[in-house]
């Protein structure tokens, strides 16, 4: 079974711009959760998504934002942004919606200039 | 509200040697408990987790943890440690209802030969 892939993997943006990152679950799953990652703050729970509803937010603000799809594929994005968002993002998915085992993916790396 | 305390930032063990990676957690309700670890450069691998039942509880890997609640610890031990086990290492706590975990802020664990 093929495990959480995410693309694309790197990522260099300028700041002020947007950028789109996408995740795609291990086949079965239907929960998809977004984490920031980074050396200051470690790791920080984003979102989750459960069958195309946002069921949990992290303390992030409005810029960033996040969907579901019916293939529980999952696309989160960042408007105007800002050096700080510099960071490894990781999906993880999971089959339910209740606490479950998550299976995280390889990450993006964005950089923001 | 949750939170994790791993209070080894960094720890140096040799090959063969025992190793116990320390975490403390701190959550209301009976927590929902896991271990990851993180290659560099990877996304995270779940080793192993507590959601009910035995206290002691085995990972992949040759990994196992302990659950002590009245100490709020979920310490993870090795007998052996090899030189493919240098990595960072995460504590995590969920709660029912929800895929969004907190984590610890990671140890660090170098093997020397």
């Known amino acids: 079974k093929a495990g959480v892939t995410q693309t694309p993997r790197y990522l260099i943006k300028t700041r002020g711009q947007q950028v789109t990152l996408s995740c795609s679950p291990i086949?079965?799953?239907?929960?998809v959760s977004w984490y920031q990652q980074t050396p200051g703050q470690g790791l920080q729970f984003l979102f989750e998504y459960f069958s195309e509803t946002q069921r949990n937010k992290g303390n992030f603000p409005g810029r960033f934002s996040g969907r579901q799809f019916s293939n529980s594929r999952s696309e989160m994005n960042v408007s105007t942004l800002e050096l700080g968002d510099s960071a490894l993002y990781l999906c993880?998915?999971?089959?339910?919606?209740?606490?479950?085992?998550?299976?995280f993916g390889p990450g993006t790396r964005l950089t923001v200039t | 509200a949750q939170s994790v305390t791993q209070p080894d930032i960094h720890i140096t063990v040799s090959e063969g040697a025992s190793l116990e990676l320390r975490c403390n957690y701190s959550y209301g309700a009976t927590p929902y408990l896991f271990w990851y670890v993180q290659s560099p450069g990877q996304g995270l691998q779940l080793l192993l987790k507590?959601?009910?039942?035995?206290?002691l509880v085995q990972g992949i890997k040759g990994f196992e943890a302990e659950f002590k609640r009245s100490q709020s610890s979920f310490n993870l031990r090795k007998p052996s440690v090899h030189w493919s086990d240098a990595a960072e290492y995460f504590c995590a706590v969920g709660k029912t209802g929800a895929n969004n975990l907190f984590f610890g802020t990671g140890t660090r664990l170098t093997v020397i030969p």
């Open positions: 993880a998915s999971s089959r339910q919606g209740t606490i479950d085992e998550q299976y």
């Open positions: 086949s079965g799953h239907r929960s």
């Open positions: 507590y959601f009910s039942g035995d206290t």
